[in-house]
T-cell receptor, first 113, second 115 residues
């Protein structure tokens, strides 16, 4: 069975400060993990993905995430938040070669000026 | 290469009417997935289709909902006799094939409002 838990429903940071969005997963298989971003009334954009290669994954817009198998975590980070980063972020798990995709409930990121 | 296309982007229906949502996958993609997003919630898997086949519909409500992906043309998600609780955003995603890394490419969604 697979599941995803995003530990914070809302995160608020000031512009220019670091961002940390937390995600824990469980999977009976070798997982593939993704982070997607959704801006208001828009579709989902892929930020980055882990698929059993390097455990530190770099994505678009300065985001990165580290796969930690021992902690079953895949937290999303960014060194310096920008106002345009304000959006909803989804952590997603599937298993390599599979199709069943499980979404976390989402974390809404607020960025204060 | 155009991305995943969905239409209409917004759809308003009265209770009891039918809603028909269309999804054209990315060029070269033969796998389509439908998801529903209720307000303030994440996306919930509904159905996975390949051309002319439903592979997994474990997330589809048992009644009123159906999906198809014909040999020619877009994938269609059909909701019959809509009720207010069907109001949601419906997203389609596509991927090239199983065995790839699992990445799905999402369309912009159709926002259904049932009055």
């Amino acid at each position: 069975a697979q599941s995803v838990t995003q530990l914070d429903s809302h995160v608020s940071v000031s512009e220019g400060t670091p961002v940390l969005l937390r995600c824990n997963y469980s999977s009976s298989y070798s997982p593939s993990l993704f982070w997607y971003v959704q801006h208001p009334n828009k579709g989902l954009q892929l930020l980055l993905k882990y698929t059993s290669a390097a455990t530190l994954v770099k994505g678009i817009n300065g985001f990165e995430a580290e796969f930690k198998k021992s902690e079953t975590s895949f937290h999303l980070t960014k060194p310096s938040a920008h106002m345009s980063d304000a959006a909803e972020y989804f952590c997603v798990v599937t298993h390599t070669g599979g199709f069943k995709t499980i979404f976390g409930a989402g974390t809404r990121l607020f960025v204060k000026a | 290469n155009a991305g995943v296309m969905q239409n209409p982007r917004h759809l308003v229906r009265r209770r009891g009417q039918e809603a028909r949502l269309r999804c054209s996958p990315m060029k070269g993609h033969s796998h389509v997935y439908w998801y529903r997003q209720l307000p303030e919630e994440g996306l919930k898997f509904m159905v996975y289709l390949q051309k002319e086949n439903i592979i997994d519909e474990s997330g589809m409500p048992k009644e009123r909902f159906s999906a198809e992906f014909p040999k020619e043309g877009p994938s269609i998600l059909r909701i019959q006799q809509v009720v207010r609780g069907d109001s949601a955003a419906y997203f389609c995603a596509s991927s090239p094939e199983i065995g790839a890394d699992g990445t799905q490419y999402f369309g912009p969604g159709t926002r259904l409002l049932v009055l």
